[in-house]
């Protein structure tokens, strides 16, 4: 029987989690072989903005083991419809958040997609009302053309470790600084979030 959602169980659980994978991802010297999650008070930003935003369509690209996919389906758990998508390219990656998502009781919040980023992007024609990146940084500037169409205004889009990797970023984050469509910001939560909303079409 699938667990039920409940709310004590879900912050003790994503607490063992965090811990969980902070010591595996210090034994891994292949940073690849990391599951490299957000920190838990960039997580629970992305709850808040989900819970505040209240979007209909919601897409992560980067799901890893699932962290911050708990932590967004959190914030959606109150939405009577929302599509929420979710896309890495492992398998056993997306296997693993399935999993968590199961034993939290929100596995039915989520889509949890295995393919290509860049893939699913350029062939995407839904806008989406949230966007949360925590990938790759290396292929972000190739997801520059798909993320302006997947995105409309007050669409809201979240990138994760921006202060901690500015420099892996920069390019990549002046496409929508020096954008005049999105007003954006840099935060000091976790490793630095970027949120850029959508102000023009």
């Not at 690209?61 to 758990?77: C, H, K, P, V």
């Not at 990797?165 to 469509?181: I, K, P, Q, Y």
Request: hydrophobic fraction near 40%; aromatic fraction near 10%.
């Amino acid at each position: 029987m699938m667990p039920t959602f409940n709310p004590s169980h879900f912050l003790s659980y994503c607490q063992s989690l965090y811990e969980a994978d902070s010591t595996y991802d210090s034994e891994q010297s292949n940073r690849l072989a990391r599951h490299r999650h957000v920190e838990p008070d960039a997580a629970q930003f992305l709850a808040n903005i989900a819970t505040i935003r209240q979007p209909k369509k919601v897409l992560e690209i980067g799901t890893s083991t699932g962290f911050s996919t708990l932590w967004l389906a959190y914030g959606l758990r109150h939405q009577a419809e929302c599509d929420f998508i979710s896309l890495d390219i492992d398998k056993s990656r997306s296997d693993a958040a399935r999993q968590h998502l199961q034993n939290t009781g929100l596995s039915d919040s989520v889509r949890l997609i295995v393919q290509d980023s860049f893939i699913f992007l350029n062939s995407n024609e839904d806008v989406f009302d949230l966007v949360f990146l925590d990938a790759e940084r290396q292929f972000y500037i190739d997801y520059i053309e798909g993320l302006y169409n997947a995105l409309d205004v007050s669409s809201v889009l979240i990138v994760d470790n921006v202060i901690s990797h500015r420099d892996e970023v920069s390019e990549f984050l002046a496409e929508f600084t020096n954008d005049s469509r999105y007003i954006g910001h840099t935060l000091d939560v976790g490793a630095g979030l970027f949120m850029a909303v959508r102000q023009e079409h």
